[in-house]
């Protein structure tokens, strides 16, 4: 059974910055993507930026690109978020997603995935 699990929610001012994690476990097939969606309040959840297991092709939202970085350790156990430069907007709940799939990530991305942890507040706010 594959397991997410996210951490390094919290809140940050405006212009601050924020490490999130996922740790991941169960992973029985060799190909899929990792990524981080995000929900704000009252609006559609929305894919922020992923990583593909056999190569680390990464793919990022327009909104995020140059402010946040995703990045994994060697066996993809564990995947970060970088967030910096953060501004308001940027607030919601961030959840880890692992998609099985064989494909560019940012389809998955702009998509769904198949397997989902419960999620981290982020809250940017002076």
């Known amino acids: 059974e594959v397991q997410l699990v996210e951490s390094g929610g919290g809140l940050v001012q405006p212009g601050g910055s924020l490490r999130l994690a996922c740790t991941v476990s169960g992973v029985a097939f060799d190909h899929y993507t990792i990524g981080w969606f995000r929900q704000a309040p009252g609006k559609e959840r929305e894919g922020v930026s992923c990583?593909?297991?056999?190569?680390?092709?990464?793919y990022y939202k327009d909104s995020v690109k140059g402010r946040f970085t995703i990045s994994s350790d060697t066996s993809m156990n564990t995947v970060y978020l970088q967030m910096n430069s953060l501004k308001p907007e940027d607030t919601a709940v961030y959840s880890c997603?692992?998609?099985?799939?064989?494909?560019?990530?940012?389809?998955?991305?702009?998509?769904?995935?198949?397997?989902w942890g419960k999620g981290t507040l982020v809250t940017v706010s002076s």
């Open positions: 990583i593909r297991s056999s190569d680390s092709k990464t």
């Open positions: 997603g692992l998609d099985q799939a064989f494909v560019e990530p940012e389809i998955p991305c702009r998509y769904t995935m198949d397997y």
